[in-house]
């Protein structure tokens, strides 16, 4: 059933889990998400970045979306990254429960000014607000500490932040990076700061940038020829760790695609006198649903719809 997404947060940081938000572009990634959160009663939270909403054309997608929250667990519907106006203001009036406005890249007064004008927008309708503090970068992007220091999440700044825009969850950086090329080593954390932002600000945390870079769907991808690097997402035992220390809201798109990628190329290497696209977008939407299944289960959020 259509949800705010406030509420299913709210209940997250209560019961010490995680819900997934998991990126949507078509029918085919919607129908993964839904039937993965139903088959395991899990709540879950569809969002669409800018692109989506460009590529797919608003109506279609909330249509697509709308209808797959119809089903018997709580769902969200998210825009994710919102930095145009007019476009979040068309999302909340076509019913979208919660939107993002993502001024991590203003300064930190003109962050303030554009989320709280947003807040304000968005609360008259109903509607709950992400916001963003801090560049969403990996450890590995910064040469120096101070670097480091200046691109993270502050937790004093933040909990002003929070005060001053009354959003209702809020994206930290503590190292994860948007993309398949996140940590080249092992994946490394800033588990000290998140547990400091948790302490100093009681809204829903929210991790971007969260993908695991599945090996077994980057081995198949390029098994069948895709030109990826061999690179490292948030494995299973650092993403139990964040979730622990205060994480409720965990974005992953990279993951889906790679999985849609590797279902599409490998079809059509080993079958190629496929050539229905029900035949050779149903194998990459049951990648898709495995990884979100996958995901669902290490956020703890199963069981809880
Ligand atoms: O955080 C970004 C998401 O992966 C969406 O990416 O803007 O290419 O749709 P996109
Ligand atoms: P990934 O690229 O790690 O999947 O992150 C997606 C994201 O943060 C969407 O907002
Ligand atoms: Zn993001």
Redesign the pocket.
């Known amino acids: 059933m259509l949800t705010s997404t406030k509420s299913i947060l709210n209940k997250a940081q209560k019961g010490n889990y995680a819900v997934g938000a998991f ?1 949507t ?1 078509n029918l085919e990634i919607t129908q993964a998400i839904i039937e993965a959160a139903v088959e395991l009663k899990s709540p879950v939270i569809i969002q669409t ?4 909403i460009k590529y797919a054309g608003l109506e279609y997608i909330y249509a697509i979306n709308r209808i797959a929250s119809l089903s018997p667990v709580p769902v969200a519907i998210h825009l ?2 919102g930095k145009d106006l007019d476009l979040i203001k068309k999302c909340i009036d076509i019913g979208y429960t919660s939107i993002m406005i993502d001024g991590s890249s203003l300064e930190y007064k003109e962050n303030i000014k554009i989320t709280k004008k947003v807040v304000a927008l968005a609360h008259k309708k109903g509607v709950s607000v992400e916001a963003e503090l801090g560049a969403i970068a990996g450890i590995e992007d910064f040469v120096s500490v101070s670097q480091k220091d200046a691109a993270f999440t502050d937790p004093d700044q933040a909990a002003e932040f929070v005060k001053k825009t009354g959003c209702d969850s809020l994206a930290i950086a503590i190292g994860t990076s ?2 398949i090329n996140k940590f080249t080593k092992e994946p490394k954390l800033e588990l000290e700061r998140l547990k400091e932002i948790n302490k100093k600000v009681k809204i829903p945390l929210v991790l ?2 969260a993908s695991e870079v599945d090996k077994r769907m980057l081995n198949i991808a390029k098994k069948y020829g895709a030109k990826l690097k061999n690179a490292k997402g948030v494995n299973d035992a650092l993403m139990k760790k964040v979730v622990k220390l205060g994480v409720n809201k965990v ?1 992953t ?2 993951d889906l695609r790679l999985a849609f990628d590797a279902g599409v190329r490998e079809i059509i290497k080993t079958k190629p006198d496929v050539f229905d696209p029900r035949k050779i977008l149903g194998p990459a939407k049951e990648y898709m649903k495995q990884i979100i299944k996958e995901r669902i289960i290490v956020l703890g959020s199963r069981n809880k719809a």
Not at 49 to 52: C, V
């Open positions: 990126n572009n970045s800018e692109g989506a994710d990254h948007h993309g971007h940038g974005n798109d990279t």
